[in-house]
């Protein structure tokens, strides 16, 4: 079986928050990393999502970065009601 990951920068522009992360974050560019196992036994390359990672300021660390796992659709529905903010 093989993992790969993936990463990609997601931008709020308004100060958000993500299910499972229990404080608001600021508005910026967060690294988004999501790893993916393939999918055995098929014809053609498929992978599968086994985890969706964010990379956040550190609580109470100056200048320090944590990366904390959250779900894929906690995401995407931080990023549609940062969307729809006025």
């Known amino acids: 079986m093989t993992i790969r990951s993936r990463r990609e920068t997601v931008t709020f522009r308004h100060p958000f928050r993500i299910r499972g992360i229990e404080r608001l974050l600021p508005a910026g560019a967060y690294e988004v990393i999501t790893d993916e196992e ?49």
């Open 38 to 86: 393939t999918i055995e036994g098929l014809t053609f390359s498929a992978y599968r999502r086994i985890a969706t990672m964010i990379m956040v300021p550190a609580e109470g660390v100056r200048d320090s970065m944590e990366m904390l796992s959250i779900g894929s659709v906690d995401l995407a529905n931080a990023q549609a009601a940062d969307a729809s903010a006025a």
